[in-house]
């Protein structure tokens, strides 16, 4: 462990940078963190109309009038093909002649945000001559979909560069096609090529694949998913496959001590089906999985003190079946992002499973093991401007009556944004895990779990809990479509071995920038933090550090 240790993350667009100091367009939003309501039980957004005609506008990343302005956006409209008009209307459940209502419009809207496609989307029943009839128009306005990142880290004697090209709007059929690679000092590397079809052969059905290499081994996966695409969505279901060679690592002071080679081909399939009004729907679904996993033997330094089983098959065969109330929703501007506009989902409800796993291990005897999870949720707005969002889960298997591997989390996020332009913000997390058939389970805190001002994975153990507390400022400054937003914050983390006890936290805090763009990060911040850790550990105190990286530290949900 090293006082001087210093790390340094970045995953910076290269062409975003580029514009900070290049556009001179501000994009004005009405005041107000909390920019509207939606309630399922707004008479006037749940009155029946039948839909006319639909028209759909799609728009570049910036308007004629800001491309003669800028040449920086017509640079960047010139990288982009706009999103065409087919895939947002593929999104449309609803068709000419059928019935439509004010809430159906809102949902729309918020279905085509969540795509990521977008900066802006407007969704807006308009009255036409025709008595009860209404037409459609929905517009929308990209965001930057060309990504190039670079990224880099130094800790201790460790130094590792990445890179990573990326379109998430390929020729504007809304397809995301994605190479990167990274290497590191130790020798390890990772090169990744993935592709993801959104409209596969035209329907609701997403197709993912994805091909790479590490020095492990080469590892590939394919998938097809039918999600729910709106709420009164009654049929989902899945198939997904891979097969991966690579190694599990166990660190000690943010160093990796020892290793286990882990080769896994994987299988699994699962249909759902829901119930009930939108507003309470129950979940039906049956799941199976099968895994074949091969593992060596474990090198490094500690490979001793750690306890390798023998190559396994597993299979898991189960149903599940869970229940959630819809409160409502709020479209907010200032939780987790910085002008773009973040729906937030009001609702409560629970998710079970229940099933079996049958394992076949090399050396052992085979076992039938009794599996099931249980998790609960509430997201709430006890209070204007007041949000709350907690989880609840726990999973577990069983043999002759003896836990063989279980894991249970919790998660309490509160935020106040009465204060404007300032919000609070809390986050309180808890996890636990153990396994006793597989390789053992662990958990790791520092600077990429959560807990700013130490190094990544630095400090190790099964238990783990953190706080965060943030005071995220709109500093109201502008400079093309990026907005700048301060951060205070102080963390505190606890990690340990079961039995141990938690001990004494581990404390730092800092200031931060945070940079929003609706038009080129869409629902992303990149983070900026300057850390200060408060607390020493077996005598050894940490220098300050800087931390570079897209999204907050912990969000709403």
Request: glycine letters at 10%; aromatic letters at 10%; hydrophobic letters at 40%.
């Amino acid at each position: 462990m090293s006082p001087s240790l210093v790390s340094l993350r970045a995953a910076l667009l290269v062409s975003a940078a580029a514009a900070l100091g290049a556009c001179t367009t501000v994009r004005e939003r009405p005041a107000g963190a909390v920019l509207k309501s939606t309630l399922t039980d707004d008479p006037a957004k749940l009155q029946v109309w039948t839909l006319g005609a639909i028209e759909v506008r799609t728009r570049d990343i910036y308007s004629p009038e800001e491309v003669e302005r800028s040449a920086l956006a017509r640079l960047l409209n010139a990288t982009h093909r706009r999103t065409r008009e087919v895939v947002v209307q593929r999104e449309l459940w609803i068709g000419p002649g059928q019935p439509i209502r004010g809430v159906d419009a809102e949902e729309l809207e918020r279905n085509l945000r969540a795509t990521g496609l977008f900066a802006e989307v407007r969704a807006t029943l308009h009255p036409t001559e025709q008595e009860g009839v209404v037409d459609l128009l929905v517009e929308t306005e990209d965001r930057l979909s060309l990504a190039i990142g670079a990224s880099g880290s130094v800790v201790g004697a460790v130094s590792s560069l990445g890179t990573t090209v990326s379109e998430s709007n390929l020729l504007g059929y809304g397809d995301r096609a994605t190479i990167g690679y990274s290497e590191n000092s130790d020798g390890e590397f990772r090169g990744v090529l993935s592709y993801r079809d959104r409209h596969f052969l035209g329907s609701w059905v997403t197709a993912s694949a994805q091909v790479g290499r590490t020095e492990e081994g080469d590892f590939a996966s394919l998938g097809l998913e039918r999600p729910f695409k709106y709420l009164s969505d009654d049929d989902s279901w899945r198939v997904n496959a891979g097969t991966s060679n690579s190694a599990i690592d166990y660190y000690e002071a943010g160093a990796s001590v020892a290793e286990v080679p882990q080769s896994r081909d994987s299988f699994e399939t699962a249909v759902f089906r829901r119930y009930g009004p939108a507003e309470r729907r129950w979940t039906l679904g049956l799941r199976a999985r099968h895994d074949a996993i091969g593992v060596g033997s474990a090198r490094g330094p500690a490979a001793a003190t750690i306890d390798v089983p023998g190559d396994a098959d597993t299979t898991f065969a189960g149903f599940s079946f869970g229940h959630r109330r819809l409160l409502g929703f709020r479209k907010v501007e200032a939780l987790d992002t910085l002008g773009y506009i973040q729906d937030l989902s009001l609702s409560a409800g629970f998710d079970a499973l229940i099933g079996a796993t049958y394992r076949v291990e090399e050396g052992e005897s085979d076992a039938l093991q009794p599996t099931f999870s249980l998790g609960s949720h509430v997201a709430l707005e006890p209070f204007i401007d007041t949000f709350v969002a907690a989880r609840i889960d726990g999973s577990a298997r069983v043999e002759a009556g003896e836990a063989r591997g279980w894991a249970v989390g919790a998660d309490l996020t509160a935020f106040e944004l009465s204060f404007a332009p300032q919000t609070f913000a809390a986050h309180l997390a808890y996890n636990e895990a153990f396994e006793g058939d597989a390789l053992p389970v662990q958990l790791t805190l520092g600077e990429d779990q959560g807990l700013r001002g130490y190094p990544t994975r630095e400090f190790t153990g099964d238990r783990v809990l953190r706080l965060n507390f943030e005071d995220r400022i709109d500093l109201h400054a502008a400079i093309g479509t990026f907005r700048f937003g301060g951060v205070v914050f102080f963390d505190a983390g606890w990690i340990e071995d079961r039995g141990e006890g938690l001990g004494a936290p581990l404390t730092s805090t800092g200031l931060g920038l945070r940079i929003g763009s609706d038009a080129l990060f869409g629902p992303r911040v990149l983070r900026i933090d300057f850390s200060i850790p408060l607390s020493a550990f077996d005598g050894e105190r940490y220098d300050p550090l800087l931390s570079i990286s897209f999204g907050q530290v912990f969000g709403f949900e």
